[in-house]
């Protein structure tokens, strides 16, 4: 999940030294993922420690890479998907089931899928600093009728971000047949629309907006990694929009028994124990001690609202020519 100050993108490869005589496991991801803050660095170092082999991540935008790709790509498994693009994603044809006992996860929605593994999860929100907004929104509905210059927000562009595409079918969710009327009032309260939800949230961090569309565990960065309990997310009664990454291994791998391995260990307590520091969410196993505090008090919605794979992909087109009616573009 895209976290905050994740806004430099690199490629981990291991340096050919090391990787010799061991077998290669090539894993497509985000660029956040494989950022120096990223989850990648400590994920490639734990599985190493068992695998026996060298894990290199290949950064960049996952599907349309494998889309374009198709059954020449040299992705061993795919991580950073999300609910949203899984019926495209399923499409191809190209993703073999992850073998994993899915009734340990611990989703706030039941999950039966056997291809797509979810690893972490959150929802997203509207995030502000409490120190510099004295009046936020208390509700979706009360940051549609404030006024046009109430609030600066920087949101994500929804056919570049997929945290913006669940933006649109958050929208969607509350608001179904009169969402393009709440673009309608959002849309003069957005200063700006970024490729990416590192450069929204940079333009929050630097102080240009008041809120930023990022997640409801975003707080937890700056509470653990700053000792700041300034940033909080505005959580609406209306309910908000469930977001968990997902992965899963291809039928074309080189090197199915370690991608299979990288799929168990997604489940591991391992990783699952370290992923709420290491990429700033909620594991999708949560037990005693995955937690650390500053997490467990972060405010969760009373509601949570969620499109299966099938109805997002049949509203994502509508739901896109309703924002950019809203934007003019």
């Known amino acids: 999940m895209k976290k905050p100050l994740m806004l430099a993108a690199c490629l981990m490869v291991a340096s050919p030294a090391l990787a010799e005589d061991k077998p290669v496991l090539t894993v497509y991801a985000p660029d956040y993922f494989t950022s120096e803050w990223g989850p990648g660095p400590a994920i490639e170092a734990g599985f190493e420690k ?7 991540f290949v950064a960049g935008d996952v599907l349309p890479r494998i889309l374009l790709e198709g059954d020449k790509t040299a ?7 999300n609910t949203d693009v899984m019926a495209r994603a399923r499409a191809t044809g190209l993703f073999a089931p992850h073998g994993e006992d899915v009734g340990r996860l611990t989703l706030p929605i039941a999950w039966t899928d056997d291809i797509f593994l979810p690893f972490d999860w959150s929802e997203i929100a509207f995030v502000y600093d409490k120190t510099k907004l004295k009046n936020p929104p208390k509700s979706f509905q009360e940051l549609l009728d404030a006024p046009a210059d109430a609030y600066k927000i920087a949101i994500e562009d929804p056919r570049s971000a997929i945290s913006g595409l669940a933006l649109l079918l958050w929208v969607k969710a509350v ?13 003069p309260k957005v200063l700006t629309v970024t490729q990416d939800w590192s450069t929204a949230y940079g333009l929050f961090t630097d102080g240009e907006v008041d809120m930023v569309l990022s997640f409801t565990t975003s707080p937890a960065y700056h509470r653990i990694a700053e000792n700041d309990d300034t940033k909080v997310a505005a959580i609406f009664p209306e309910g908000h ?12 791998s080189k090197q199915p028994e370690l991608a ?3 799929m168990d260990y997604l489940l591991s307590d391992a990783f699952q124990g370290m992923i709420a520091t290491a990429n700033w969410s909620y594991p999708s196993i949560i037990k005693p001690g995955f937690l650390p505090e500053g997490f467990e008090t972060l405010p969760r919605p009373e509601k949570t609202l969620f499109f299966s794979e099938t109805e997002a992909e049949a509203l994502r087109g509508p739901a896109l020519e309703e924002w950019r009616a809203a934007f003019g573009k």
């Open 50 to 56: 068992s695998c026996g082999c060298d894990l290199r």
């Open 75 to 81: 992705a061993d498994v795919a991580i950073g998907l």
């Open 175 to 187: 608001y179904g047949e009169k969402a393009g009327e709440a673009w309608e009032k959002l849309a």
């Open 241 to 252: 929009y469930f977001y968990t990454e997902v992965a899963a291994q291809l039928k074309t």
């Open 260 to 262: 299979q391995k990288f």
